[in-house]
């Protein structure tokens, strides 16, 4: 059983949704200190559930990470009990779309922004500053191929991923030197229950499943991915 994340503390926003579940599952394969944030609590107990007898440690923080003050908060809690975040995996995120720009209503655009870039933005905000004092920590943002691809009837969605990705960049530019490593994962459509079922007639063969996009979050963790840093790595499949 490979331990290279034995004793490390690891945050996962969203760690119980359909990707989440599967990066908190591999690192706590990996005997890593796993903390998850969660909205629903039956989803921190199937998680629960699915780690019993994995060798790592699990706890649950119930937290709205677009929520600023209560991420800062949270983050300092949690470094000052554990001593420190040495990775933060940003899984959080959302989807709306069916509808072109000028029909997409205001709380529609703001609920994408929150989701999907506010959070990282209320994440690293809140984690940054202890890695630069310890010298290192890893960082990853789940974004989407819509970042790059940019369909009709989704502008809300496309715009908050694209920003996402130029976020991080921005911020592996800012940490550069400095022992941090920051990346992004780009997935397509993830093979998930819930995109299943929004979509019963896809292939859903070529559809990345999360345990794999998950061996690509952890490699960006590990060691081994010391010389990858403002990346934008795709996880497409066969889409």
Request: with cysteine; charged share 20%.
């Amino acid at each position: 059983m490979a331990e290279r994340f034995r004793d490390k503390v690891v945050f996962i926003a969203g760690g119980t949704g359909g990707l989440g579940r599967a990066v908190s599952l591999a690192f706590l394969q990996e005997s890593a200190r796993v903390m998850v944030t969660y909205r629903r609590k039956e989803e921190v107990a199937a998680v629960v559930r699915d780690a019993s007898g994995l060798p790592g440690s699990l706890s649950g923080l119930e937290l709205d990470v677009t929520d600023e003050t209560a991420t800062q908060q949270c983050i300092e809690s949690v470094t000052a009990d554990s001593g420190g975040i040495d990775i933060l995996v940003n899984a959080v995120g959302g989807y709306a779309g069916g509808t072109p720009l000028w029909s997409t209503p205001p709380d529609v655009w703001e609920r994408m922004m929150a989701l999907n870039l506010r959070s990282g933005y209320a994440l690293c905000r809140a984690v940054v500053p202890s890695m630069l004092n310890r010298g290192s920590g890893w960082i990853v943002n789940v974004a989407s191929r819509a970042a790059f691809d940019h369909a009709a009837g989704a502008a809300a969605y496309a715009a908050s991923k694209a920003a996402a990705v130029a976020m991080m960049d921005s911020l592996a530019a800012d940490v550069r030197g400095k022992g941090i490593r920051v990346n992004s994962v780009i997935p397509s459509i993830i093979d998930t229950e819930a995109n299943r079922k929004a979509m019963p007639g896809a292939d859903f063969a070529k559809w990345p499943r999360p345990e794999e996009i998950a061996k690509v979050i952890l490699f960006l963790c590990s060691d081994d991915a010391r010389l990858i840093h403002g990346a934008s790595v795709p996880v497409y499949g066969d889409t």
